[in-house]
Antibody
Framework: QVQLQESGPGLVKASETLSLNCTVSGGSISSYYWTWVRQPPGKGLEWIGYIYYNGRADYNPSLKSRVAISIDTSKNHFSLRLTSVTAADTAVYYC??????????????WGRGTLVTVSS | QPALTQPASVSGSPGQSITISCTGTSNYVGDFMYVSWYQHHPGKAPRLLIYAVDKRPSGVSSRFSGSKSGNTASLTISGLQAEDEGDYYCCSFAISTNFVFGGGTRLTVL
């Protein structure tokens, strides 16, 4: 079965760029929409954006100016870059698979998440 | 700005049923038919429980069921078990912001 695993630095300095990878195992990344979601401490989930296997991406308007999601089908992974980070970007970052563009079929499966702390 | 409102917390005793509501403000696609529900135990991967309002993925217990009335979707858990304790989130697709999550509901099994 498909499994997702997030990886990347757990500590990023304010004003710098957060970069995370999500490796997909047990299935091909060459289909579906690959998604990033985050959860700040003590708060709820926030959709960051997703990328289709052909490279077409869409983002949360509140983050659009700072976020980029890319995909590497040869390595079966996709990546998140978030620029100019502040303390408000401290969160657990999750990657997930979305089987259709509008989420009708839900997000499934998810990775376990990785905590990224923005330090001053 | 579209938003989904959930109660902050609900509780119930083992064997009982509980219902978590999720009310959408506006601008949801398909008359709110794109609602999904997730279970989250801290430190673990969130798990899809319900998609398209009332459909259960394979492997999800029939104790979990979904429904909707107008712009309010609901998740019902019957025969509560200790392992059901955790956080529950609804999610829907909105025209202007794509995916929106509810604020989450903490379920306590007494």
């Amino acid at each position: 079965q498909v499994q997702l695993q997030e990886s990347g630095p757990g500590l990023v300095k304010a004003s710098e760029t957060l970069s995370l990878n999500c490796t997909v195992s047990g299935g091909s990344i060459s289909s579906y929409y690959w998604t990033w979601v985050r959860q700040p401490p003590g708060k709820g989930l926030e959709w960051i954006g997703y990328i289709y296997y052909n490279g077409r991406a869409d983002y949360n308007p509140s983050l659009k100016s700072r976020v980029a999601i890319s995909i590497d089908t040869s390595k079966n992974h996709f990546s998140l870059r978030l620029t100019s980070v502040t303390a408000a970007d401290t969160a657990v970052y999750y990657c997930a698979r979305c089987r259709d563009a509008s989420g009708y079929l839900g997000l499934d499966p998810w990775g376990r998440g990785t905590l990224v702390t923005v330090s001053s | 700005q579209p938003a989904l409102t959930q109660p902050a917390s609900v509780s119930g005793s083992p064997g009982q049923s509980i219902t978590i509501s999720c009310t959408g403000t506006s601008n949801y696609v398909g008359d709110f038919m794109y609602v999904s529900w997730y279970q989250h135990h801290p430190g673990k991967a969130p798990r899809l429980l319900i998609y398209a309002v009332d459909k259960r993925p394979s492997g999800v217990s029939s104790r979990f069921s979904g429904s909707k009335s107008g712009n309010t979707a609901s998740l019902t858990i019957s025969g509560l078990q200790a392992e059901d304790e955790g956080d529950y989130y609804c999610c829907s697709f909105a025209i202007s912001t794509n995916f929106v999550f509810g604020g989450g509901t903490r379920l306590t099994v007494l």
